[in-house]
């Protein structure tokens, strides 16, 4: 059974997760075939011998410090964006009991949402609230 953190009582607005787009170099492999994925804690080194360059986009827990649940890896620019919009409007909310809206909402419903709550993201809504946003 699940059992909720603390820190998920503290949702910053009505969404569970927010996503985070941004360049990421990925590592090879190691012994035991784990990779890690760098993003922008890293600095701006380019990547190492055996390294390259991805777009990512990270599934944070949308409560204090953002904690992150998921990493995928894009190799182009516009197959993360579509990603992005594909997923993004599942995103569970906290008034329907941490569930994702059924029916699910056109990208454009769900801008319409975004706006309405005045929430920020940085592709589908970026004049929004930033104050409870995660600094990008």
Partial sequence: MFRPLLL???????RVF?????????SIPNEDGV???????AGQRGPGRGERR???ITTRRNVPDYPPRRVDQFETYE??????????????????????PDPTPSLREYV?????ENLFDPLLNPKGDRSRARAT
């Fill in 112 to 116: 319409q949402w975004l706006k309405h």
């Fill in 54 to 56: 991805v777009w990512s």
């Fill in 18 to 26: 927010v996503l985070e787009l941004e360049r990421a170099i990925v």
């Fill in 8 to 14: 998920d009582l503290l949702f910053n607005d009505d």
């Fill in 35 to 41: 990779i890690s994925i760098l993003t922008r804690g």
């Fill in 79 to 100: 197959t993360a964006v579509a990603y992005y919009k594909r997923v993004v409007v599942t995103t569970p909310r906290v008034s329907l009991g941490e569930k994702s």
